[in-house]
């Protein structure tokens, strides 16, 4: 955990840097006539100072080494992965597949994540899925999903 | 207008059949979701927030609300049969209410937890009744430096009463404050941190952001591992509890109300704390604390009663001082401003109909629940029964069409996964989301009232010391934030350990 927390305030201290940059970019203006990058800039600021102290608190902390992997631990990541991986495709596949065939695909993966089922029951779960939330969102709730290049969805 | 047409005013709105259907639905899904452990009422609110622009601000925030304070009834099923808190409020309940479970006495345990939540919440309301207005009429008085430091000590005092390290609180509400300045600049119509995006031109909307802090990195984080519920197989029976059960009861649940209330005004304390507080009250002033933590009735009642009470006092800042006190109320935030009501004191005078409107639905909401949780106890605990490998998968789709639905653009979606990926992030290095979205709130206010003060004040920051008010205010929160550095003071805040 140690190393993961310290790689964190790593990035919170860039982060910090980046905003007071460009703050002075934007112009910090005075007390009396506050700019744009007057309060980003104060903020940020107060972020990188708590940052330094949190990485110094952090890396003098007596404690357990850490050891590979204690960040992650004895879990089974790779299943937030997929979802991750397959939300991202999904943003990008919507537009052009349309919402019930990239939601079947979505949906697919999904079901599929945890344990085995058979063909057929993932099969029937998902177009039941894809079929009722088409009618409660599009038909009931009026939402307007886009039709990708099939013409439907 | 008096308080009694008021009243009368409200009940005429919440009583028409849509809003009844809403508030029916709220309290409905809030008993399922508290009921289902691995979902909360702030991924629930966040997720469903997009839904509710079809429909009126009433009815929208009075199924809002109900999934809140409907989340605080059903959470406490899973604590006594699971001893698995469905909600960070009802962790608890687990101690005596489990026990009680063991014993045979389920019924009792879920009976008192229900009936303990209805005084309670019924109580709470008609202080958040009495004192909407009051409250409202002194906040009138408020100028911008006034508002400036009154969030200044809600930033405060919710960093003060995190879970985990107050620095790290406050890391996360200053990282809120700078998602708050990617768009436009409110002042000079200038353009910050966009990258020459259209897209950030207004910003980051709150609802894919809370949708991936809150609703993403909970499935996230729950599907790292296998979940089984062992669900207690006995039959539950007896679910009205004797007189005797109420007599033992009446004054955990009195003395739960109480400090439910005020803690769930003061922001950053919420349901949570209360529950915690007034367990460790219960304990402290019994004759036999030693028994406390082996199926004690009143081990129920207290925190039960607390946390219900705490869910219906938090509206009143939020109505009132237009101050959400912890992170569900800074959704509702959102969700009133999206619908064009801006929270605050003049809410009550401009939106009487809304306020009283959405005051009264939870009087009816508080009864709906009654009848939801008692007679049908069965049926929860078959809903607990809903493997997770087929919730997440629906939880997940929820969240795509609801952060989809919002602009009718796939960006959306990218900017809920990344929040999720961040959230859960968060969470794995324990970093806070309440502070963070409570910042994203309160940011845009904070900042233009930060620079309508300078501006009054001809860019003297005396100005929020010369104020009484605005003073006294900021005394206090520099007050806690002294108090936070002396370690042994902050090891006064209640926690499981401590109350075990």
Not at chain 1, 102 to 112: C, G, H, I, Q, W
Not at chain 2, 297 to 303: F, L, N, R, Y
Request: glycine letters at 10%; hydrophobic letters at 55%; a positive charge.
């Amino acid at each position: 955990m140690k190393m993961a927390e310290q790689v964190a305030c790593f990035f919170w201290i860039t982060l910090a840097v980046s905003v007071c940059w460009g703050s002075f970019i934007l112009k910090l203006g005075t007390p009396s006539e506050p700019g744009s990058g007057f309060l980003p800039f104060g903020t940020a600021f107060l972020l990188g100072i708590l940052a330094i102290v949190h990485l110094i608190k952090v890396t003098f902390r007596q404690g357990p080494q850490d050891r590979a992997g204690a960040f992650i631990g004895e879990v089974n990541w790779k299943r937030g992965l997929w979802i991750v991986a397959s939300l991202l495709l999904y943003a990008f596949l919507l537009p052009h597949l349309g919402y019930l065939v990239a939601t079947f695909f979505l949906m697919l993966v999904l079901f599929s994540l945890y344990e085995r089922k058979k063909w057929w029951i993932l099969l029937v779960m998902t177009v039941l899925v894809n079929g009722i939330s088409y009618v409660v969102f599009h038909n009931w709730l009026k939402v307007q999903f886009p039709m990708g290049f099939w013409g439907f969805g | 207008m008096d308080l009694f047409s008021s009243i009368l005013m409200g009940f005429q709105s919440a009583l028409q059949p849509i809003n009844l259907l809403y508030c029916f639905m709220g309290v409905l899904l809030g008993t399922l979701i508290g009921v289902l452990p691995g979902i909360g009422p702030v991924a629930t609110i966040s997720i469903l927030l997009p839904i509710t622009f079809k429909v009126t601000p009433i009815a929208a925030i009075i199924m809002l609300a109900g999934i809140y304070y409907g989340a605080q009834y059903g959470g406490s099923t899973t604590s006594i049969l699971l001893n698995i808190p469905g909600e960070a409020t009802t962790v608890i309940t687990c101690l005596d209410g489990y026990q009680m479970a063991k014993q045979g006495r389920a019924g009792k345990a879920l009976g008192i937890a229900a009936i303990g939540s209805f005084i309670a919440g019924t109580i709470s309301l008609l202080g958040l009744t009495f004192l909407a207005v009051p409250f409202s009429e002194v906040a009138l008085k408020f100028g911008a430096p006034e508002y400036f430091s009154l969030m200044i000590l809600a930033l405060v005092i919710l960093a003060y009463l995190a879970h985990g390290s107050m620095l790290k609180a406050i890391m996360m509400a200053l990282f809120g404050l700078l998602l708050t300045y990617v768009g436009t600049d409110n002042v000079t119509g200038s353009m910050r941190f966009t990258f020459g995006l259209v897209e950030l031109s207004d910003g980051f909307d709150l609802v894919p952001m809370v949708m991936g802090l809150f609703g993403i990195s909970e499935v996230l984080l729950n599907v790292e591992q296998t979940i089984r519920l062992d669900v207690l197989q006995a039959k539950i029976k007896n679910i009205l509890p004797t007189l005797q059960d109420l007599a033992k009861s009446k004054g955990a649940i009195l003395r739960g109300t109480i400090i439910g209330f005020f803690l769930g005004i003061l922001p950053g304390a919420g349901p949570v704390i209360s529950s915690f507080v007034s367990y460790s009250v219960e304990k402290r002033i019994s004759k036999h604390p030693e028994k406390f933590g082996t199926g004690l009735i009143e081990g129920v009642a207290a925190p039960e009663s607390a946390n219900n009470a705490s869910a219906q006092g938090a509206f009143i800042p939020l109505f009132t001082l237009g101050i959400p006190p912890n992170v569900t109320m800074a959704i509702l935030f959102g969700a009133l401003m999206i619908h064009g009501l801006q929270p605050g004191p003049l809410l009550v005078k401009e939106h009487p109909d809304f306020f009283w409107g959405v005051v009264t639905s939870m009087y009816i909401g508080n009864i709906l629940l009654l009848f939801l949780n008692l007679p049908l106890i069965p049926l929860w605990v078959k809903v607990l029964k809903v493997p997770y490998p087929i919730l997440f998968p629906l939880i997940v789709l929820f969240c795509v069409v609801g952060a989809f639905s919002l602009n009718n653009s796939p960006m959306d979606i990218l900017v809920m996964t990344i929040f999720g990926v961040v959230g859960y992030l968060m969470r794995k290095l324990k970093y806070e989301g309440a502070p963070l979205v409570m910042a994203f709130v309160l940011g845009p206010l904070l900042e233009l009232n930060l620079r309508r003060s300078l501006i009054v004040s001809d860019g003297s920051f005396a100005i929020f010391f010369t104020r009484p008010i605005s003073a006294g205010i900021l005394i206090i929160a520099c007050l806690i934030l002294s108090l936070s550095f002396l370690s042994k003071l902050r090891q006064k805040k209640p926690d499981v350990e401590e109350i075990i």
